[in-house]
Every structure is written in structure tokens, then in C-alpha cells.
């Protein structure tokens, strides 16, 4: 994988899904780029490449995620990184199973992605709140947050088949094995 | 994960904990680095977004500013103004309380020694369990001494001055505190607050666990519940004689001595939620 065009994709994902997604927000739940991104790499980049690239992604959305906890701001640099690790390694498992190209399989692949991550974000944020100076990132329970978490994930899920077809057009500067071999 | 071709490596493993040890860090540890961090991934990010999000906001503009940008711009000012409003109003009702609270401490000069009212505040409280002693923020330089009072609107004794002031603060052992000790104390009728001492009851209180002063009264003594405790004790400043100490809260037949009963007085001066007191400084020559 050319890491010039990850950083170059992670940069515009990351900035639009901060300044520019939130157009698309229904019902208080706003897509994510970077779940798309990570489910686009996770599919098509070697296996170690795959999981860094993950892993890079969600350390970044960790750091631009800030949580108000006590009226001070704080980053907590993990949960969504963890998440990402562990929705490659499911992506990783199935993927050789699917049609990579398919527009469905990347949907499916951001959908399993996210579902992952939420999962570990969430039971990571809980672990958190035991600590004396825990506090957790939610009004309610873990479970009405997860529920939140899933529904942007289904969402999500929508917009990652038109990114993955956009995605696809830019397929040969990825430098992906199978890139690599078509040339 | 094993090392090969299909595992993601060591380095990788040894990440993986590294970013669970951090995901479980306390957030005093994270907060000092991290905002500095997130800063410095966001400076190259920042401008981009910046135009992005008025690229969204041009798509699809908040719901709230549909009344045009003079009227939201008015409803701002409106709003700005009537925080100001509410802060200044607490502000002088602040120092209205200040004022009326030294008047009334200047009122009480009795025993014909001068007094000086200095309003301290509480900046902070010792270490240790039961009642704390206070620290205030005035000391040698305001005149305060060794054993002066300290009151709350007007006549309410708090407690007094332990140890040598510092130049700019001092600490105040509250009357609960058990180095306080005996108090000697009158005790008014609650439908005569007024009453002087030779009709009161004189009684000898010293502070208990639960926070209450207790002592012992000749039955006959005609005391009874709500009645107003006053201070009568030789042993404390002059300033601080017939301060309110309290209200008689409880009442019953002592075990040892039928022929007396047990007060239980509550303090005036609640001092966990005290923030400003009023000491009373005598004034030499």
C-alpha cells in the first residue's frame, strides 16, 4: 500500500468527517469517511498494511474526538484506534470469502468496521468510568450509547457505496497487491 | 498474533497493549499531553476545515439562524446583555450582604474595648477529621491577634483565632472543634432573646462526636428547646461575650443525675458551606 495516499485519503477523511459530514446528519446521527477508509484499506492492503492502516485511522479519530469530561477537554488515545484494530482483523478474516471490488462488500466491510469498533469503544469507555477520576462520555447507560453508535453505523453503511465506488476510481495509486498485479 | 507473513508482527502486538494501557490511563495523566497532540495533528487540518465547514453551512444552514443574520444578531446582543444583568445583580447583592454584615459587627462593641471589624475570607481548611479549622485570609497586617472572635451576621460566633496570625492569614478553630474545650454560656429563653444574664441559665457546654456542644442544667433551671445559647466565658475576649452560640436542639433527664437534664446545643455558624466571617479585632492604644 502507498502510504503517501493513505495519509493524503486520512487527511481529507478526517477533515471532512469533522467539518463537512454533518450535512448529511439524520436524526442526530452524522456518516463517518474514516469508517469507509478503514473498511476500503482493511479490504484491499496487504495484512500488515491493513492492520496499521487501521490502527493509524483510529488513533487519529481518537485525537480529533475530544470528550468534555468535568469541564476540562480531554482525548483519550485508544478506543477508537482498538476498534479499528480489531474491525480489521474481522475484515481480514472473511475478506478473501468476497468479491473486494463489490461496491456491497465494501459496505458490508465498513458496516463490520464499525460494529467492532463501537463494541470496543463503548466496553473501553465503561472500563473507564470504574477509575476515581473516571467519568464516561455519556448522559444515559453504555447500551443507549452502543445504540447510538450502531445506528451511525448503519448509516454509515449507506454512504460507504458510493465512497467505495469513488474510492475504487482512485484504485491504482493505492498501490494495492491486486493494483499491482493488474499492471 | 504471531509473527509471519499473516500476523501483524510484534511491533504491532507490543502497540496493541501500549494503546490498551493508554485507553485505561487516568484522564489526569492523558490531559496533560494529549490536548497538546491533538493540537499538532489539527494545525495543517485546521484550515481546510475551516472552508469545509462553511461550504456546510452554506448547504445547509442551522435551523436556528432561519430568522436572518440582523435578528440573530440582536437576539445575541439581547442575550449577552441579560448575563451581564444577572451578574452584576449578584454582584451588588454581594457586597450589599459585606456592608450590612460589618454595620452590624461595628453595632456589637460592647465591654467598652474598641472593636474593628475585618472581613476575612475562608481560603482554605486544615487537614484532619471531625470539624476542620479554617483558614482566612487575614493576619498581623489587619490587626488580627491571637484569640479574637469570629462572627456571621453580626452576633453569630463562629469560632476564634488559634496560634500566631501569619502576616496575611490566620487559622480559626471553629467552636465545634474540640480543641475549643469548656464554654461557658447563658442561656436566653427563646420568647426573651433579650433577657439579661442573671435571668438566663448558666451552663457548661463542651463539643461531642456528632458535632453539637453539650452540658448540663439544673432542672428547675427552665430551660427548653429552641431557647438561644450566648456566650459567657471569661476565658474568651471581651468582643466575644454574649455572641450567639447556638439554639438548644435537644433536651433530656440525665442518667447520672435525675435531678439535671442534658442540652444538646446546635451551632449557628454552619462552617462547611462559610466562605466569609467577620473577625473582631480589638484595637490597642
Redesign the interface.
Known sequence: MSWSAFILAA?VA???D???M??FEFAGITPSLVGCLAAFVALHAE??AA??GC?VLG??LD??S?VS?AG????????H??GF?LGAAGVLAVRSEVMRRSMVAAAAATLAVLVLASLVWTM?WS??GW?????VPWAGNALVELWHLLLASAYTTLLALPVAWLLGRTFDQWGFPASRRRR | MTRG?????RM?AA??IA??A???????F??SW??D??AL??L??RP???G??A??YW??PPAESGGGGDAQMIRDERDRFRALWHAERLRAEGLSQRLSQIERARGMDRGGVPVEPVLASVTGRGAGSSERFLVLNAGKRDGVQAGDPAVIGGDVLVGRVVGEPGEASCWLAPLRDASTGRLDVYIAPADRPEAPPSEGVIAQLRPNAQGLLVGEVDSAGKVDIGDSVRLADPTWKPSAQGMRVGVIRGLRKSDRNPLRSVIEVECEAETDRMRQVTLKVEVNG
Do not use: K
Not at chain 1, 131 to 135: K, V
Not at chain 2, 22 to 28: C, E, G, V
Open positions: 487527511a478526517l477533515t471532512m469533522a467539518s463537512f454533518p450535512v495484512r500488515r492492520w496499521w490502527w488513533l487519529l485525537l480529533s475530544p469530561i476540562t477537554v480531554l482525548f483519550v488515545p485508544g478506543p484506534a482498538l484494530a473501553l472500563l473507564r477509575w476515581p477520576d473516571g467519568e | 507473513t499473516h500476523g501483524p508482527g504491532f502497540t496493541m494503546t490498551v493508554l485507553s485505561l490511563a487516568p484522564s489526569s492523558l490531559r494529549t490536548n497532540l491533538s495533528l489539527w495543517p487540518l481546510p476545515a475551516h469545509l465547514t461550504l456546510r448547504l445547509r
